[in-house]
T-cell receptor
């Protein structure tokens, strides 16, 4: 099956610093990548959708200047949490989606997640 | 009102029991329905998907969708301790999981040996 990796898997940083998280599709090209945030015992909340070479589309309530998304290639997207604060501590999960024609209209594959702790 | 409602549990059942997990939704545009399994501190993995109403069976798992009631279910037969995880229902207005997905809050399931 398709594999999506995230790096780092865990990061601890001081308040005010910026953190970059990478999401890679290892064995397929992803037309679209998604970034989610998950609080403990809560569901995945979609933060933004990004297509290669274009600006990301952010969900309502997500600060685009706070969470910078770059989708430079069909296999790599990055999420940068700028000037991180303790309330940004969360589990960040990316996914990469393939495209396809019916009956296989594509599928979204999830990365293993990155746990961010801001002190 | 949330677009997708799911009882967070936790749900604890003995090994071998039949498990029933459910979600309701409010957006009638949803037409692609999924169930994901998520182990602690891992990304979700797709278990089953169903397009529109109906049933779908895969081994010990059966997914049901009733669009008229806006209600979906996942049944697990002969439950095993390895089934212990959080189960998330998910839905999309698109034709596949490659579209924007809305997740339920997840139900924590524990299977007692």
């Amino acid at each position: 099956g398709a594999v999506v990796s995230q790096h780092p898997s865990r990061v601890i940083c001081k308040s005010g610093t910026s953190v970059k998280i990478e999401c890679r599709s290892l064995d397929f090209q992803a037309t679209t990548m998604f970034w989610y945030r998950q609080f403990p015992k809560k569901s995945l909340m979609l933060m933004a959708t990004s297509n290669e070479g274009s600006k990301a589309t952010y969900e309502q309530g997500v600060e685009k200047d706070k969470f910078l998304i770059n989708h430079a290639s069909l296999t790599l997207s990055t999420l940068t949490v700028t000037s991180a604060h303790p309330e940004d501590s969360s589990f960040y999960i990316c996914s990469a989606a393939t495209s396809g024609r019916a009956p296989n209209n594509g599928e979204q594959f999830f990365g293993p997640g990155t746990r961010l702790t801001v002190l | 009102q949330k677009e997708v409602e799911q009882d967070p549990g936790p749900l604890s059942v003995p090994e071998g029991a039949i498990v029933s997990l459910n979600c309701t939704y409010s957006n009638s545009a949803f037409q692609y329905f999924m169930w994901y399994r998520q182990y602690s501190r891992k990304g979700p993995e797709l278990l089953m998907y169903t397009y529109s109403s109906g049933n779908k069976e895969d081994g010990r798992f059966t997914a049901q969708v009733d669009k008229s009631s806006k209600y979906i279910s996942l049944f697990i037969r002969d439950s095993q301790p390895s089934d212990s995880a959080t189960y998330l229902c998910a839905m999309s207005a698109g034709y596949s999981s490659a579209s924007k997905i809305i997740f339920g809050s997840g139900t924590r399931l524990s299977i007692r040996p």
